[in-house]
């Protein structure tokens, strides 16, 4: 695993910042805040342990108010643990449905066709 090449989303992506990066032989960890054309943003977490594949990750999408559109995550509270590890959330912290497995391309381009006109 890299560090995200997001270029092909240039199109949809008005700022990106790195907020924290580690790139290490044993981790690769990353956070990201990617502000969108319509004044949304994605906040991206992602943790990767190359030896054992390990990948936890969360994906949060939110409007320019901060409220919470649609968050992808495989980690949860200890209150959550029926929760399949995949699952979203979905318009609000309660709407918890299940999701395959994300990567933040699957989210980008999602994030793409909602915000492409119809």
Same mark, same amino acid.
């Given at each position: 695993?890299?560090? =995200? +090449? $997001?270029?092909? &989303?240039?199109?949809? #992506?008005?700022n990106q910042e790195v907020v924290?990066?580690?790139? *290490? =032989? +044993? $981790?690769?960890? &990353?956070?990201?805040? #990617?502000?969108?054309?319509?004044?949304?943003?994605?906040?991206? *977490?992602?943790?990767?342990?190359?030896?054992?594949?390990?990948?936890?990750?969360?994906?949060?999408?939110?409007?320019?108010?901060?409220?919470?559109?649609?968050?992808?995550?495989?980690?949860?509270?200890?209150?959550?643990?029926?929760?399949?590890?995949?699952?979203?959330?979905?318009?609000?912290?309660?709407?918890?449905?299940?999701?395959?497995?994300?990567?933040?391309?699957?989210?980008?381009?999602?994030?793409?066709?909602?915000?492409?006109?119809?």
């Open positions: 695993m890299q560090f =995200p +090449d $997001l270029s092909s &989303f240039h199109s949809i #992506i008005k924290q990066v580690k790139l *290490r =032989p +044993d $981790l690769v960890h &990353f956070k990201l805040k #990617i502000t969108f054309l319509d004044g949304t943003l994605l906040h991206v *977490r992602e943790n990767h342990l190359p030896v054992s594949n390990w990948h936890e990750y969360s994906y949060q999408w939110q409007d320019d108010a901060n409220q919470l559109i649609h968050r992808w995550d495989n980690s949860h509270e200890r209150h959550l643990l029926s929760v399949p590890p995949h699952h979203q959330h979905v318009g609000s912290e309660e709407n918890i449905q299940p999701s395959e497995p994300m990567t933040l391309e699957k989210v980008l381009e999602y994030i793409a066709r909602q915000l492409s006109p119809q």
